[in-house]
């Protein structure tokens, strides 16, 4: 039968999700940052097909917000099949004018994931995006509208049931740099920024619901909107420590609970790897520099934190 959702609930876009033990790695991807949206309000209906998989279909108020803007609506929909046992495809789509006070110019993104596992102890992931939203003007001037596109891939291999290895590489083309908005040191915006990054983790489930993670993680670009070398790229990077207490092995249904975790704000910089975002509990040997306990509760979910303080 046909399932509804009514109310405030996470997106149905994306690889990554807002429960940090639910993903492979401890920090964000750009696209999760920047590319799509985290939380809607409004309508969804979901219908399976059978053993090939599920579509989903919707109406919203927009992106992260409550009460719509303007007075148009958002489409998002979504269709996943799995065509055969060890591979799943995930299409999914949102559409609607987005700016306040504007109910024509639209933003729009198509997002893919394809997850596939070519043996028991191995599993590997793609994320593809691309976006564009009419109505503002590009960095490098001309005409109206902006776009963006990225694409990560993922890979996790389990050593042992308890100890796993995943990695990420990344890259995030902010053609008009807009949805980043990042200056370039030295003053200037420049109009196009194609963002790098690649991410190891080594996870431990040392009981469970208690989880250690270390992660190291270099981000780059083709401007200079981080630190600057000698190869023409502008570098960054962090070497992170995280400790978390948490729901390890939430089942699916419960790893997004609508309404229940809203994003606590959007990163400006490097996805996972500040200081102030209470969603990614992270020690940063670059950024943090004391971890203390905090603990938040959930409906059906109990869960406990090691948010990030300085």
């Not at 097909?49 to 919707?58: D, I, M, N, V």
């Not at 502008?234 to 089942?251: I, K, N, T």
Request: glycine letters at 10%.
């Amino acid at each position: 039968g046909i399932d509804f959702k009514i109310g405030k609930f996470v997106t149905l876009l994306g690889a990554e999700v807002i429960e940090s033990p639910a993903n492979w790695n401890s920090s964000r991807s750009y696209m999760f940052g920047f590319s799509i949206p985290f939380t809607h309000t409004g309508i969804l209906a979901s219908y399976p097909l059978g053993e090939w998989g599920s579509a989903t279909g919707g109406v919203v108020n927009g992106w992260d917000i409550v009460d719509d803007n303007n007075k148009a609506k958002t489409l998002i929909g979504n269709v996943t099949l799995t065509p055969f046992e060890k591979l799943t495809l995930s299409f999914n789509g949102i559409t609607g004018a987005e700016q306040a006070g504007d109910s024509n110019d639209k933003r729009s993104v198509f997002d893919l994931v394809a997850t596939y596992q070519p043996m028991d102890k191995l599993t590997l992931m793609a994320n593809y995006d691309v976006g564009h939203e009419s109505g503002l003007a590009p960095a490098s001037g001309g005409k109206s509208g902006i776009g963006w596109t990225g694409l990560a891939l993922y890979a996790k291999y389990d050593l042992s049931p308890t100890w796993y290895l995943a990695g990420r590489w990344e890259w995030f083309d902010d053609k008009d740099n807009i949805r980043t908005g990042l200056t370039s040191f030295g003053g200037g915006t420049p109009p196009d920024v194609d963002f790098y990054e690649w991410t190891l983790t080594s996870q431990w489930t040392l009981h469970k619901h208690v989880l250690a993670r270390l992660e190291y993680r270099h981000d780059f670009a083709d401007q200079r909107v981080f630190f600057h070398d000698t190869d023409g790229f502008s570098h960054y990077q962090v070497d992170a420590l995280q400790a978390r207490a948490g729901a390890a092995g939430v089942p699916a249904r419960l790893r997004r609970p609508a309404g229940l975790l809203p994003r606590h704000r959007r990163l400006l910089a490097l996805p996972g790897h500040d200081c102030g975002g209470a969603d990614l509990p992270l020690l940063s040997i670059a950024d943090c520099g004391l971890s203390i306990a905090d603990f938040q509760s959930e409906i059906r979910n109990p869960q406990f934190e090691i948010p990030e303080v300085v």
